[in-house]
């Protein structure tokens, strides 16, 4: 069955670190687009970073410098390195598989998300 | 980055209703577009890609359409199931965006 499971999310005060996994079942990590879409309480989705199956990596401008994407093939798990959190960052975290038929691009497996809260 | 706008953010309506939704981007996305439904404490599910392509296992009732900058979600006959947000978003460039939402209540 393809799956993907996050875990790490928790409650931390603003400026720590947290890192959160994604792990992956079913399909490899490595030969997928893999994003991080987040959503603050009661609010839409929102993008936050996305690696290639080649390895580049992307991050929305609200955690460019602050956030860090990256995969561990031999485990088949996506990270998400947050540092400097804020209480802006307080969301449901997800991953999510990129398909990409004939050339387009959807998010079309999610994880079932992990919450981070940033309050002191 | 592409802005995309979705009306209504809300609506009421019944089982067997027929319920349109809308979504709108800031510049042209051909086909680029595509339709997530979430239900409350889950994650989203894609329901439509490349503006009209039905994902596999979704029911017929769902359709998409549209290209350019306006597009449109249709559930052909309301089901109990079929309560939630929908969201829509684009995949012609970097970074993805999502509309708002819009929540189909009863």
């Known amino acids: 069955e393809v799956q993907l499971v996050e875990s790490g999310g928790g409650l931390i005060r603003p400026g720590g670190s947290l890192r959160l996994s994604c792990a992956a079942s079913g399909f490899t990590v490595s030969s997928t687009y893999m994003s991080w879409v987040r959503q603050a309480p009661g609010k839409g989705l929102d993008w936050v970073s996305v690696?290639?199956?080649?390895?580049?990596?992307y991050y929305a401008d609200s955690v460019k410098g602050r956030f860090t994407i990256s995969r561990d093939n031999s485990k088949n798990t996506l990270y998400l390195q947050m540092n400097s959190l804020r209480a802006e960052d307080t969301a449901v975290y997800y991953c999510?598989?990129?398909?990409?038929?004939?050339?387009?691009?959807?998010?079309?497996?999610w994880g079932q998300g992990t919450m981070v809260t940033v309050s002191s | 980055d592409i802005q995309m706008t979705q009306s209504p953010s809300s609506l009421s309506a019944s089982v067997g209703d027929r319920v349109t939704i809308t979504c709108r981007a800031s510049q042209r996305i051909s086909t680029y577009l595509n339709w997530y439904q979430q239900k409350p404490g889950k994650a989203p599910k894609l329901l439509i890609y490349?503006?009209?392509s039905l994902q596999s296992g979704v029911p017929s009732r769902f359709s998409g359409s549209g290209s350019g900058t306006d597009f449109t979600l249709t559930i052909s006959s309301l089901q109990p199931e079929d309560f939630a947000a929908y969201y829509c978003?684009?995949?012609?460039?970097?970074?993805?965006?999502f509309g708002q939402g819009t929540k189909v209540e009863i």
């Open positions: 978003q684009q995949s012609y460039s970097s970074p993805r965006t």
């Open positions: 690696i290639y199956s080649g390895g580049s990596t």
């Open positions: 999510a598989r990129h398909e990409q038929p004939n050339g387009y691009d959807a998010f079309d497996i």
């Open positions: 490349a503006a009209s």
